[in-house]
Each structure stands twice: as C-alpha cells, then as structure tokens.
C-alpha cells in the first residue's frame, strides 16, 4: 500500500490558480503526488493510516525551482569573486585540474547544500553528468539536466562533447522520475553556429529544451559583435535558435530590442540576483518582466554566488530590482515566488504536475520555520517569506513523496561528512590547478 502523510494546522501558500493562502489547513501526501488539501478535519478519516506531521508555526510552500545552477561546481566556491573576467581568468584554469570523481563529490555537496535551502527542482548543465545526475538521485533532489557542450575556450572541448551532449539526453529520457535531460550548449561565444543549429534540431526532434548561458560577460558581446555584428541575443534569433524552450541564463549585455526578442520568442531570461551584484552588472529583470518576458530566478554556482540556499536568493532578487529602477514597488513577493514556483515549473515543462500545491500535482514542498523573532509579527505572508526568511529556516523538504530534509537536518546523505569533504577535496583541487598555472598562485593562501 501507498505510503500516506499529513502535515496538519499549518500554513499553506498554495500558488495554485487564485493564488490561495489557506491558514489552519492540512494537506494529505500518497506516494509521489499531493492527495488532499483541506481546511477541515476530515483529512484524517480519509487517510486513517497515515504518519502525521504537526506543521504549526511552519509555512508550507511548493518546492522552489533553482532555475540555472551547476551543483557539482561545490569545490571551487567564491573562487572568482571580485575578480575580473573571473571565468576566462581562474573558472576554466581551475576546471582543468578538476577529476570526475571532484565532480561527482561537488555535485553531493551542492546538491545537499540546495535541499537544505529550499530547492527541489534544479535547472543544471556541467561536465561528466553521469556522475553528477548519480549524485542528484542519492540525495532525492529533482533535476533538469544536461552535459555542457563547449567547442572552443573551456576546460572540455571537441566533438566528443556535443555527441556526450546528445548522447546524455537520449540514455536519460524517461529512465528515473527524477531527472529530465536537456541539451546545454555553454554559451553563444564557447559553441560554433553549427553546433547551436544542430542542438537545436535535436531539441526539437527529442521534446528536450536548451539551456545555456547567454550575454553573460562583456567579452561574450564583443566576440559576437566581431563574428556577426550583432548582440547575443539577436544572433540566436537571427539563426532561428530561441523558442519557449529556451533557458538563457544572465542575458546582462543586452539592448532593449533584445529584450523585446525575449517576450516575442518566450524564451526565459534566468536572473541570478547575487552572482549579478558581486559582478557588478545587475540583470534588468524587471523592465524584462514588464515588456513580457518570462523571467525565473536561479543561483548559478557557488564559484560566482557562494552559497545555493534559493530562500536567501529571493531576498537579493526584490532588492537588487528596487535599487535598480528606483522603484520600491518593482518586483513584488507574489511574483517572485512565482518565478520560483509557477513560472518555473511551466517553462521547464512541468506546469500540469508542478510547482504549486494542488492535489494531484508532484509532492514536491518546502516547510518553512515561521515562529521564531525573525518572522514575527506577520503583517504581509508573502514579504515576510522573502525578506525575513533565509535558506536556514527551511525545516523539512519533500521531493516526490519522499522527506529529503527534516528538522533541518538532510536525510539523504551526511552534511558534516560532505562539508569535511568539501575542505579536503577543495584545497587538494587548489593545488594541483596552481601546480598547472602558475598564474593562479594567489589562490593558495
Ligand atoms: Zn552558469
């Protein structure tokens, strides 16, 4: 028989189609799905077996969608920090050194370090995935995956790249609940226009989207500039490339007819508010938003931001909008926490089973800790969840039926062993990359 659980007297922002928030009210999980939600005490004889959880003085929400992060990149955190042209300078150098099973390792530790902040869903492209996606179903986390295809300036380049690319798709494509492959071409100045223009007929002969990062540096604008005369983002329109399947992440050299491009082709500008402000180049994601794009919200990796804990990003993403326009009403808690949830979920193809509470949909959720100093009194629900909260009031975290998170505490793998790890695999890391390029020496204090 079905496993069945209830999380009863609680708070529960629903995101479904009136954006309901239902207080005293407990949500029933069988299996994988959500099988009730009710405001009522009639759950308990519907499901008489069923294990409870006591939700008071917790808010449950859908689980967050990270919607442009690389979990395994763990090993080289804050590496390029105020550094200028950090990915071309020291990302790549130190990638050189870096071996599958530093990838496998950095993808527990990012991995377990996303579920304890809040995301159950990442949107993720990087190197040896078969590792990676391994690490991501130990730890129950659910992603949308894909092998990083690169044919010139990274640390892996060559044919071999784009067939892994394809390859990856096709040996992931319906094979764990979990996981969701898609194409990731890099960026639009690391893969030739052949490779773009046949990884976007695969996309489409597959039902796979793309992601990939787009107009991420001021290097990336002029080497397009150079080759085709236009921006990032024009270039990929002019060859046919964007579409609602499209994830593009920062899209921070732009013009404003680019953005218009963004609304017309629906492809999904990903705003990555804190590794946006230590660059020093914020994303004009609400003026995106305004013109009709689909904008969603994700960390990118912890080389470039620090830390994965989405709940803490959603602070920094109204934040960095308002001082950026000038505008306190800019880039309200109701829609970022639909770019996390809804928005998310329906541009990684998953609106019909994801990203809201609704009965029927995947139980995917987050319980936030809402009792303590930091979220009392509560006048607004939703600014208090976005302005008060950080990725450690997230108390439990359901992914697929399955408790991953629970009292804080991550159920799936062990953190202190993974931090140790993370210490001792990130120095000797260090240290084979200084031994290769002496020019990263400053790396090794
Ligand atoms: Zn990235």
């Known amino acids: 028989m079905e496993k069945t659980l209830i999380i009863k007297n609680t708070t529960l922002v629903t995101m479904n189609a009136q954006r309901e928030v239902l207080t005293g009210a407990s949500l029933a999980v069988a299996g994988d799905r959500i099988a009730a939600i009710s405001t009522g005490e009639d759950l308990r004889v519907r499901f008489p077996d069923a294990e409870i959880f006591d939700g008071r003085g917790k808010v449950v929400l859908p689980g967050l969608i990270n919607a442009h992060t690389h979990i395994a990149m763990s090993l080289q955190k804050g590496i390029t920090l105020a550094v200028p042209e950090g990915l071309y300078r020291v990302m790549w150098p130190v990638e050189r050194a870096l071996t599958p099973e530093d990838i496998t390792v950095g993808a527990l530790i990012g991995g377990a370090e996303a579920l304890l902040g809040g995301t159950t869903c990442v949107v993720d492209h990087y190197f040896h995935m078969e590792g990676v996606t391994q690490a991501l179903i130990t730890l129950g986390l659910r992603g949308v995956m894909g092998h990083t295809i690169m044919s010139r300036l990274g640390p892996f380049t060559g044919e071999q790249e784009l067939e892994e690319g394809i390859d990856y798709v096709r040996r992931w494509k319906g094979r764990h609940p979990l996981v969701t492959p898609w194409l990731a071409p890099h960026a639009t100045d690391t893969v030739s226009q052949d490779w773009l223009l046949r ?38 329109h002019n060859i046919g490339f964007l579409g609602p399947d499209v ?194 020496a400053w790396l090794w204090k």
């Open 199 to 236: 990884l976007r007929e695969v996309a489409t002969a597959e039902g796979v989207g793309l992601h990939l990062h787009v107009a991420q540096s001021h290097r990336e604008l002029t080497t397009i500039q150079q080759h085709f005369g236009t921006g990032c983002v024009t270039y990929l």
């Open 247 to 440: 994830l593009a992440a920062h899209c921070i050299y732009i013009d404003d007819a680019e953005m218009e491009l963004f609304a017309a082709s629906g492809a999904h500008p990903i705003y990555c508010p804190m590794g946006h402000a230590l660059h020093g180049k914020p994303q004009r994601a609400w003026e995106l938003l305004q013109r009709g794009a689909g904008v969603l919200i994700g960390t990118d990796c912890v080389t470039s931001n620090n830390e994965m804990a989405l709940v803490s990003e959603l602070r920094m993403a109204g934040a960095g909008q308002k001082q950026l326009t000038g505008d306190p009403q800019a880039l309200p808690a109701a829609k970022i926490l639909e770019m996390v949830t809804v928005d998310a979920a329906a541009a990684i193809g998953m609106g019909d089973r994801l990203g809201a509470l609704v009965p029927g949909y995947l139980a995917d959720l987050v319980m936030l800790e809402m009792s303590g100093l930091h979220a009392a009194p509560t006048y607004s629900l939703l600014d208090n969840i976005i302005y008060a909260c950080s990725g450690r009031d997230v108390d439990t975290v359901m992914v697929n039926g399955r408790i991953v998170v629970q009292d804080k505490r991550l159920m799936t793998a062990d953190a202190t062993e993974l931090a140790k790890l993370a210490q001792e695999r990130g120095r000797a890391l260090i240290r084979r990359a200084v031994e290769k390029e002496s020019d990263l």
